[in-house]
């Protein structure tokens, strides 16, 4: 019987800066890993938790960033201490005048911008009727969150996407990413969280079709899904109650780091194949009723 001879069969061009293939073979990419140093970015509920955090590392990383937040937020002080690389704009999401303002002053400070961070919102636990208090959802309540959670998020990338649209475009086209802030809500929404999670929802749903809309301007879309994080919502319970939390997480069986969804932020920033899609940060958590 003959000897069957091996081929090495030329693998595709890599997809990598500097020819590296997981064939073994390929051509260097003309591409170049996206960094976040020399990014402006504009990240809205800046002043605390999530958005804190996510400010923090880009900054740290060398990228500029206006915090946008509410004026009794933490905010301002926060972007003092950052210095010149950081400004704070005091603006409630919802409004279009006040985001376009903090919109200005992000291409006056800094001259255009690269990546928005949505991590504004609110949240409520209430039943939609409560047999033993005889109540009813207040309309009122449901509205809030929406306005906050979706429409406010939605305004942001609606605006933001204009003034992105302006910048040079890079070899690959690229010229920005929007990444938003859900939640594990979203999918498995819990007693009392119908507003919430219908919020939040929202936002996964619209995560795909925005994303084919700024597709031709080479603008991304991005959702992230967190699950139990150390937020100030979370830091005000008892440590007993905070420690029965994170073992609700499969694994790591704690309450996730803020500095982990910044870290997530700046993964997504520099993969620009990562587009129109939700990533759930939650360890494996799937929350009960």
Known sequence: MAAIRSVKVPGPPSPFPGGVSLFGGGLPSPLTPLSPQGMVALVTGGGSGLGRATVERLVERGA??????????????????????????????????EVGAALALTREKFGRLDLVVNCAGVGIAVKTYNGKKDKVHELEDFQRVINVNLVG???????????????APDADGHRGLLVNTASVAAFEGQVGQ???????????????????DLAPLGIRVVTIAPGLFSTPLLAALPEKVRKFLGQQVPFPSRLGDPAEYAHLVQALAENPMINGEV?????????QP
């Open 64 to 97: 500029r960033a206006v915090l946008l937040d509410l004026p009794r937020s933490g905010g301002a002080q926060l972007a003092r201490e950052l210095g010149e690389s950081c400004a704070f704009a005091a603006a409630d999401v919802t409004s279009p005048e």
């Open 153 to 167: 998020t939605f305004n942001v990338i609606r605006l933001s996407a204009q003034l992105m649209s302006r910048n």
């Open 194 to 212: 119908a507003a919430y999670s219908a919020s939040k929802g929202g936002i996964v749903g619209m995560t795909l079709p925005i994303a084919r």
């Open 279 to 287: 990533v759930r940060l939650d360890g494996a958590l799937r929350m």
